[in-house]
């Protein structure tokens, strides 16, 4: 009974502190604005330190208040995702699975996975994020994902990775631009301008190490996007750089056309796996998605 009392006093807490405000958060819930306070009172008891402090009208969270609430939403999530896991188990091949998927792999892989997953399990729903891998894998820890097929990054106790193939970033242009095709020292490269990632995906950080260590100046980023549909584009206006896969390199793939800039200095080899976390317990609709992701697994690409 102590349990649950504190139980829903945590889920009334986060309600207060996610909308900053007694009265609107009792409204939300439905309860007295007195009977939330003694909510609010209880805990602090409990933890022995204020979560509140008052800021005009409002309230703000103190220190303590903030750790808290960052535990009752991971509490929240793991009731939320151990309901969705139980009731799979009775359902065989059904439910949902979220996965994340970095651009290229969204591109290249995820449709022939999700054909062949609806084939097997029409009752399965896949739930598809497509974002830059540092931001997916954050969302993995925090448990809003099931699973990120994507470039594999640093040993992370946190997360387990399964390798299943591999990839090459390269240097790319539009067709017309003057180092298509061509092979072209870093110091010409650092004439132009670039489209790159944001400063905290691995790719751009290892295209800055290959220039840092010559000595030379970091590539300069004019635009930074995530999206890789908006890079042929961007890159005929404005004659900027490009780094992304070899993949998106295939004539008739855009207009205009890229082109990759040869150098074996700013060729990069990475690996592409599944990765989920280290929880013993993975739903058997997101072990058969891994295992028909791991089924197409290419043999390594060969520098040009």
Known sequence: MVMNLQMRDLLYFAKVAELGHLGRASQALHITQPALSKCIDRLEETYGADLFERRGRGIRLTDAGQLLYERSLLIE????????????????????????????????????????????????????????????????????????????STHDEELVAIPISTDQVVVAVSATHPLAGKHASLEDMCGYGWVL???????????????????????????????????????AETGLLSF?????????????????????????????????????????????????VQAQSEPPHQDI
Not at 101 to 122: G, I, S, Y
Not at 135 to 143: D, T
Not at 266 to 276: A, K, L
């Open 244 to 292: 992304i896969s070899r993949r998106n390199l295939d004539e008739g793939r855009f207009t205009p056309r890229l082109v990759e800039v040869f150098n074996p200095d700013t060729t990069m080899t990475r690996n592409f796996g599944v990765v989920h976390r280290t929880d013993p317990y993975l739903s058997p609709a997101t072990q058969r998605f891994i295992q028909i």
């Open 77 to 152: 999530r793991t009731l939320d995702e151990t309901h969705r896991q139980i009731s799979s188990l009775g359902k065989g091949l059904a439910g949902l699975v979220r996965v994340g998927a970095a651009a290229t792999v969204a591109e290249f892989v995820m449709p022939t996975v999700c054909r062949l997953l609806q084939q097997e399990a029409p009752a399965v729903v896949i739930e598809l994020q497509i974002g830059m891998n540092d931001v997916l894998h954050e969302s993995l820890r925090k448990r809003l994902l099931d699973v990120v097929v994507g470039p594999l």
């Open 197 to 235: 990632p944001a400063q905290s995906v691995a790719t751009r950080q290892w295209l800055e190490r290959v220039f840092a260590s010559r000595g030379l100046p970091l590539p300069r980023a004019a635009v930074m996007t995530s999206s890789i549909a908006a890079v042929p584009r961007l890159i």
